[in-house]
Nanobody, 124 residues
Framework: VQLVESGGGLVQPGGSLNLSCVGSGFTFNKAAMSWARQAPGEGLEWIAGIYEDGSAYIADAMAGRLAISRDNAKNMVFLQMRDLKSEDTAVYYC???????????????????RGQGTLVTVSS
């Protein structure tokens, strides 16, 4: 299993950023996928998930600022972020999600099957 994230970088507060993740080594169109992030000194935080059928859910704390989508033909999952704040600075990961997520929440095992992450820094 391999997951490779891209698209991170430095962005000013209030700006937008689009992240991408390509997966290989598993049946992508049969996998629920999530994005999670880890801020400096913090634990891993789930922020968005999308099921195989494209139904998508965003964590309550990020509602209104994120969109998640997927392209099963390309084995890719995307995260669109807007109105970024300094507290959004973190390493962002995509992961195969074997848990359950719905309106704003997620339950299930840790997101251990994830990529190396891409760093997003929000700073002026």
């Amino acid at each position: 299993v391999q997951l490779v994230e891209s698209g991170g970088g430095l962005v000013q507060p209030g700006g937008s950023l689009n992240l991408s993740c390509v997966g290989s080594g598993f049946t992508f169109n049969k996998a629920a996928m999530s994005w999670a992030r880890q801020a400096p000194g913090e634990g891993l935080e789930w922020i968005a998930g999308i099921y195989e059928d494209g139904s998508a859910y965003i964590a309550d704390a990020m509602a209104g600022r994120l969109a998640i989508s997927r392209d099963n033909a390309k084995n890719m999952v995307f995260l669109q972020m807007r109105d970024l704040k300094s507290e959004d600075t973190a390493v962002y990961y995509c992961a195969i999600d074997e848990g359950f997520f719905t309106a704003g929440i997620r339950v299930g095992p840790d997101l251990n099957r994830r990529g190396q992450g891409t760093l997003v820094t929000v700073s002026s």
